[in-house]
Every structure is written in structure tokens, then in C-alpha cells.
């Protein structure tokens, strides 16, 4: 979880859309795309909520595509992949991936945030830093009035950071308790997903990376093996090669903190933007009244 701007925070507790709020429509799964995989989408949805499914399964995808690529290419014919999918989701190994993709995540995530200064929505609350002094003020008012507690002026965030950093944990955590429904939050559903997608990026970009330069030798030494008689000539060889080629270019050059400190930012300012709806008598934001809320 981004403590504050955690990755895990927004999970899906409505499924009708707030009056007004534009949903992206779809018609279908994501994976018709995939040819022989082609009804994998199905399976993911009864199995996993959509967080899983955008911020964890699909960086574990992406991982695997080159060899995924490969098989698919080479060898098409050679197995029923749609049993083979069926027989990975009976064995429980998707179910293993969406938790290994989760906990390395997680674990990188205190050293991201150590680099960044801190958590995101914290650093949305200090006054050092903030570049809309005015914003900031308004921001800190309401979440006084919420929690009927006093914010650490700038003279007082200056003397025990520390201190001050702890007030601030407590508002973002109690923003995070009261905009678990996805469909009256929708953007900051959708924010967190994104962060979520990126940090998992991160924290399986190493083993992505030799994945998609391991393929594409390989590719390439079965382009040179075809040139010289070796081998029978497949079209597999060189999409393998030019496909994990373009993807390891991906994971080195464009999958990095900063790429994963833009999404955060993002979620962190989402989630400080529902102070402006969060309403400020308690009983009306109450669980009671809240039944789409989560623990």
C-alpha cells in the first residue's frame, strides 16, 4: 500500500459508476489479441479484481511475453494452450505469480519512497515544498475540520518534521479509509492501478530485462543458424529477436523511479482532490452510510 499513496489502498467495491463520472467502455477482455491465448481473459476476470489484474498480472505478463512470444511462434501447434492455461490456473501457479509480483512490490517500495523524500501524499502536505501555498492551506483546513485536529503550521513542521510527518500519515490514512469505493472515486481507483502497474514494473524489471535479451540471442542465433543450413528457417526466429529487442530497449530505458514517482504524484493529488467532496459532518461519511466501504 502507498501508506499514503499505496498501491493497494483502492481495491473495487462498487461496480456501478457514479452520475457524471466517464467510464471507459470496453467490449471484451484484452486478449483477443493473443491468438492461441486468445480466452485467457475470461478466466483472469472470475479469478482476480481488476487491481490484480492491471497492476499485477499484466507486468508479469509483459515479463514473460518474449518467451511467451516464442512459444507461440516456434512451436503453436505443440500444445493446447488454452488446456495449458486451465492447467496453470487449476495449479494455483497464476494465483503464486499475482502474489510474487505483489511482495516485490512491496518490497521495494520504503526504498523508493526514502529516495523521493517520503511518500508522495505526505510530501503533498508539508509546507516545504509546496508549490500552491493557497491549495495547500485549503487542504490542511478541511482535513482539520475532518479530523477535528490541528496541522502542523510551517513553524512547526520546520522544528519536529517527524512530528509533523505523523499528522499527516493519520490524514492520508483516513483519506484512504473513506474513498474505497471504486465507483464514487473512480479516478483515484483508476490513479492507483497505474501506480501499481508501474511499481511492479520496477520490481521485476531486472528479471523482465534478461528475459527479453535472453530471447533475443537466442532469436538471433536461430536467424544465423537458418542462414547457414543449420536449421530450417522460421519467421519465429526474427519476430522473436526484433519482438524481445524492443521490449528489453522498454525495460532499460523507459521503466525507472522517476517513471514510478509520476504515477504516485498522480494518485497522491487524486486522492488529496477528494477532500473538495468528502462530506464534513462525520455521521454522513460514516460506515453505516458508506456500505460500498472496505476494511
Known amino acids: 500500500m502507498l501508506q499514503h499513496v499505496t498501491a493497494e489502498s483502492c481495491r473495487p467495491t462498487g461496480h456501478s459508476p457514479a452520475v457524471g463520472t466517464p467510464v ?3 467490449t471484451g477482455t484484452g486478449f483477443e489479441m493473443w491468438g492461441p491465448l486468445s480466452g485467457l ?3 483472469i476476470s472470475h479469478l482476480f479484481d481488476g487491481y490484480s489484474r492491471k497492476a499485477r498480472l499484466t507486468p508479469a505478463l509483459i515479463g514473460a511475453f518474449p518467451a511467451i512470444l516464442v512459444c507461440v511462434a516456434l512451436i503453436p501447434t505443440l500444445v ?15 494465483i503464486l505469480v499475482d502474489q510474487l509480483v505483489r511482495d516485490r512490490g512491496r518490497a521495494i517500495q520504503p526504498a523508493l519512497w526514502a529516495s523521493w523524500g517520503g511518500p508522495p501524499a505526505t510530501l503533498a502536505l508539508r509546507h516545504d515544498g509546496a508549490k500552491n501555498q493557497t ?20 513553524r512547526q513542521e520546520t522544528r519536529n518534521p517527524a512530528k509533523a510527518d505523523e499528522v499527516y500519515e493519520v490524514a492520508v490514512k483516513y483519506l484512504i479509509s473513506q474513498t474505497r469505493d471504486t465507483s464514487q472515486f473512480r479516478l483515484i481507483f483508476l490513479e492507483n492501478c497505474h501506480y501499481g ?3 511492479n514494473m520496477l ?38 529477436a526484433c519482438g ?13 523511479t522517476e517513471w514510478v514517482r509520476s504515477a504516485a504524484n498522480d494518485y497522491a493529488e487524486r ?11 462525520p455521521q454522513e461519511n460514516s460506515p453505516n452510510n458508506n456500505p460500498a466501504g472496505q476494511p
Open 24 to 26: 471507459p467502455q470496453t
Open 271 to 281: 486522492l488529496l482532490d477528494a477532500l473538495d467532496v468528502l462530506p464534513l459532518s
Open 203 to 240: 520490481a521485476i524489471r531486472t528479471i523482465s530485462l534478461s528475459i527479453s535479451l535472453a530471447v533475443c540471442v537466442a532469436g538471433t542465433a536461430g536467424v544465423a543458424a537458418s542462414y547457414y543450413g543449420i536449421l530450417v528457417w522460421k519467421p519465429g526466429f526474427a519476430l522473436a
Open 80 to 94: 493446447n494452450w488454452k488446456k495449458l492455461w486451465l492447467l496453470a490456473v487449476a495449479s494455483g501457479v497464476v
Open 41 to 43: 481473459g475470461s478466466s
Open 197 to 199: 502497474f508501474r511499481r
Open 244 to 256: 524481445s529487442l524492443g521490449l528489453a530497449f522498454f525495460w532499460w530505458k523507459v521503466v525507472n
Open 135 to 154: 491549495l495547500l492551506a485549503r487542504r490542511h483546513h478541511k482535513i482539520s475540520t475532518l479530523l477535528d485536529q490541528a496541522m502542523p503550521s510551517k
